[in-house]
């Protein structure tokens, strides 16, 4: 009985869908968004259907916070950050 109480609440735990993971994982690698603002709203479109729009508030945004927030965000933190800006 007891596993199946774990079984059902890992079920129920809220977990970022692929794509929402993806997104963090580029906000989380530094290298990555060293890109233009260009590029980086035509990534977004391109391989997540983002809007361009909700893109480049993405990337200002970003660039917006501090270096220290943008180092050490984790990822409910960066999920938080995106839905804000409407991404779910």
Do not use: C
């Not at 993405?58 to 409910?76: C, E, P, Q, T, V």
Request: hydrophobic share 40%; net charge negative.
């Amino acid at each position: 009985m007891k596993n199946l109480r774990t079984f059902e609440s890992f079920l129920n735990e809220r977990k970022a869908s692929h794509y929402m993971a993806e997104l963090v994982e580029l906000l989380s690698d530094v290298d990555a968004m060293e890109m233009q603002p260009d590029d980086f709203v035509d990534h977004l479109v391109q391989h997540y259907a983002v809007d361009a729009d909700t893109a480049g508030d993405i990337f200002d945004m970003y660039w917006s916070l501090g270096a220290k927030d943008r180092f050490h965000y984790n990822d409910d933190q960066w999920i938080k950050f995106l839905n804000k800006l409407g991404v779910k």
